[in-house]
């Protein structure tokens, strides 16, 4: 992830946006305190969101180990 300087930011605006969207690269912009905040397009967010709900639902892990596992088995038995 690319980082940039609350300045710079604010000075590209647009030009960072277009990039964000666009390419779907989120960067971390950084104030001169040392706080930082990262930007990112709707869809990347949304992306994210659904991972973590992923992650943390354990019936839902489960079945991807056990999809795994079952897809694993298949290939050793050619």
């Known amino acids: 992830m690319d980082t940039i300087s609350v300045d710079n930011f604010r000075d590209n605006l647009e030009s960072f946006i ?3 969207v666009s390419r779907n690269e989120p ?3 950084t104030q001169p305190a040392g ?3 990262v930007v990112m397009s709707a869809n990347d967010w949304e ?3 659904e991972t973590l709900h992923v992650l943390q639902s354990k019936s839902l892990m489960q079945q991807i180990a056990d ?3 079952t897809h694993t088995r298949g290939l050793h038995t050619d």
């Open 18 to 20: 277009e990039q964000v």
């Open 27 to 29: 960067f971390k912009v």
């Open 35 to 37: 706080e930082a905040f």
């Open 47 to 49: 992306r994210e969101q």
């Open 67 to 69: 999809s795994l596992e």
